[in-house]
């Protein structure tokens, strides 16, 4: 008859707590205030032009995640207005924030998916 290793269960005990962190941030947190999209906020969606094409938030600008960085400027150069990104995920919209602060944008949201986006405005 074994014992179980207390440095395993406390192993796999923080293994757990940290997947179920991660899931609170994706799934539950990820919720967007919909008082933000109706403010003046400029919203992106970061899909390619095809997937922007077969549907869209309203008022929502179609910027591909990989050229946001080069674009940004020429599209609002405000680097104080709230902005929130989208995409089918939400994991393209993650990349496209980081890119956006990291050229200086200070009010970059993750709005998730375009599914999160539309339960948000609803």
């Known amino acids: 008859m074994s014992t179980a290793n207390p440095m395993m269960v406390l192993l796999k005990a923080g293994v757990m707590i940290i997947l179920a962190g991660l899931a609170y941030q ?10 933000i999209i109706d403010s003046d906020a400029l919203v992106i969606d970061v899909r390619s032009s095809g997937e922007f094409t077969g549907g869209h938030i309203d008022g929502a600008i179609n910027i ?20 929130i990104v989208y995409c089918h995920s939400g994991s393209r919209s993650a990349t496209a924030k980081r890119t956006l602060e990291r050229a200086g944008y ?17």
């Open 26 to 35: 994706f799934f539950i947190r990820s919720r967007i205030d919909p008082s």
């Open 64 to 83: 591909p995640h990989g050229e946001i960085g080069s674009t940004i400027e020429g599209v609002e150069p405000d680097r104080s207005r709230v902005i």
């Open 106 to 122: 200070t009010q970059v949201v993750n709005g998730g998916s375009l599914y999160q986006m539309k339960r948000a405005l609803r």
